[in-house]
């Protein structure tokens, strides 16, 4: 903590993060500009958090969903997202169909981290997720999918659930890698609910 002040990154978390995410050295750098920036003190908390992802979404209500994605990265649970923790959150949620990547989407949907998905625990992700889109881009929704309710049906469905069963890690790894459809409906995309919107306005 001792060279935060300086506002260089320790050597060591370089070498790391290098290792673990996709980021380039000068990249990582800028990033630890602008983070000191933001948050002087070197930690990001939940209110913070909520306000940067506020600001992506001006037209809808991201705060249940931000508060989802802070639990599922903060790895030490102590309320903040240090360095490390918010560049792993920021190269999770921006890269592909990666292992890395499923496997935080699991953290996600675990809510309460007892190392299995429930049903329940499915609904209140996606219904976060649909606080994401706005109401316009929600009309665009197709007819079976265009409720939490209904799309929590469809995925618990896609992975060959019953109402009261619990997914593993491993199944809900393996099925999203299968599945695309799952990948898709687990996942909140408002570019893609915009490209849907535009072919049909064509
Ligand atoms: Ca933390
Ligand atoms: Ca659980």
Redesign the pocket.
Known sequence: MGNSKSGALSKELLEDLKLNTKYTEQELSAWYQSFLKECPTGRVTEAQFQKIYSSFFPDADPKAYAQHVFRSFDANSDGTLDFKEFIIALHLTSSGKTIHKLEWAFSL??????????KS?VLQIVTAIFKMINSEDQKSLAEDENTPEKRTDKIWEYFGKKEND?LSEGEFIQGTMENDEILRLIQFEPQKVKEQLKKRNQ
Request: overall charge negative; glycine content about 16%.
């Open positions: 949907y675990d809510v309460d981290g007892n190392g299995t998905i429930n625990e619990k």
